[in-house]
């Protein structure tokens, strides 16, 4: 593995982002709505119901985690995409570089994506409401994590999709990115659900996570198995999803990367 070529590649993604308006915006734009929404619903709960005066915390917390997860699941997929919609998904992978090479150095882009997000979205936050996010304690770190590998396990499944369908695939993207909010208990307790859909729910790592930040905020405590649990199932998804990229890579790199531009 040549962390060289590694390097070249995170530089170039950097350098497209921040020419991009559209790729800014996805940084910036999308969290800040969020926060707004969410913390103007959370306020208006918080004093309307006696929920240990956390409602609007919660609220945030559970946006900003879910903008985490959503935003590199899409940033993950785009730069596949972004690669064939350019026509240059051939070019890339005609030079001594590998695949294995092209994700680790996208992991690494989503990574600093996140420090970004995290960063402006925990002090707009502060800024706008005088809520401090930390009051997850410690565990502010192991659940962006979590969130982080499960939008790597969606964001890779997806580009195995598009080796398959090309170009078709630039829709799905946001769908199914958002098709697992409702079962992975984003902004309500998993006990709401019909126990149909708990049983999808408890399969997903995200669903542990925004549990265990609800019960942090709300009883001060969390159950450490739930969150081991998050990371085996996310180890588990992610192998599986990177192997699955990889088979259609190979099969579409058969056929011709050129037919899917």
């Not at 051939?90 to 680790?104: K, R």
Request: proline share 3%.
């Amino acid at each position: 593995m040549n962390f060289t070529y590694i390097s070249g590649i995170i530089l170039k993604h950097l350098l497209i982002t921040f020419k991009d308006i559209s790729r800014i915006l996805n940084i910036f734009y999308w969290p800040f709505i969020n926060i707004i929404i969410m913390g103007i619903t959370g306020m208006w709960f918080e004093q309307s119901t006696a929920y240990n005066g956390n409602f609007a915390l919660i609220f945030l917390s559970a946006g900003m985690f879910w903008d985490i997860s959503l935003m590199i699941t899409v940033q993950v997929a785009n730069s596949l995409l972004n690669e064939i919609l350019d026509k240059n998904l051939a070019n890339i992978f005609t030079t001594p570089i590998d695949l294995s090479e092209w994700i680790v150095a996208d992991i690494i882009t989503r990574i600093i994506d996140t420090i970004l997000v995290f960063a402006f979205s925990t002090f707009t936050i502060w800024l706008m409401f005088g809520l401090n996010i930390f009051k997850n304690g410690w565990y502010i770190i192991p659940f962006t994590l979590s969130l982080m590998m499960s939008g790597w396990c969606i964001g890779f499944f997806l580009c195995g999709i598009i080796m398959a369908l090309g170009k078709k695939a630039i829709d799905l993207i946001y769908y199914i990115g958002w098709f697992f909010a409702p079962f992975c208990a984003v902004y309500y307790p998993l006990k709401l659900l019909p126990n149909s859909l708990q049983l999808i729910s408890k399969a997903l790592p995200m669903t542990y996570v925004f549990e265990g930040m609800r019960s942090i905020l709300t009883a001060g405590i969390m159950n450490n198995y739930d969150l081991l649990l998050s990371f085996i199932l996310n180890i588990f998804y992610l192998s599986v999803s990177i192997l699955f990229f990889r088979y259609m890579f190979n099969r579409s790199k058969i056929n011709g990367l050129a037919n899917l531009e």
